[in-house]
């Protein structure tokens, strides 16, 4: 997907996700990548603002 190409390529700016206090169980993934073999090449991300909405979370988040 165009998607899993931009994170394949750490060509982004900037994440927004929204969390919200819900389980829905398996499901379609926003982004079907393969992890990391390593945990230590994990792509880390900087947390620039945390917005409360309700009981729902969006989170900015940058590449370091």
């Given at each position: 997907?165009?998607?899993?190409?931009?994170?394949?390529?750490?060509?982004f700016?900037?994440?927004?996700?929204?969390?919200?206090?819900?389980?829905?169980?398996?499901?379609?993934?926003?982004?079907?990548?393969?992890?990391?073999?390593?945990?230590?090449?994990?792509?880390?991300?900087?947390?620039?603002?945390?917005?409360?909405?309700?009981?729902?979370?969006?989170?900015?988040?940058?590449?370091?």
């Amino acid at each position: 997907t165009v998607l899993r190409s931009f994170i394949e390529a750490r060509a982004f700016n900037r994440i927004e996700a929204l969390v919200a206090p819900v389980l829905i169980g398996d499901g379609p993934s926003p982004a079907p990548i393969p992890g990391p073999a390593r945990l230590s090449r994990a792509p880390r991300l900087r947390t620039t603002n945390v917005e409360r909405y309700g009981p729902d979370v969006r989170l900015t988040l940058t590449p370091r």
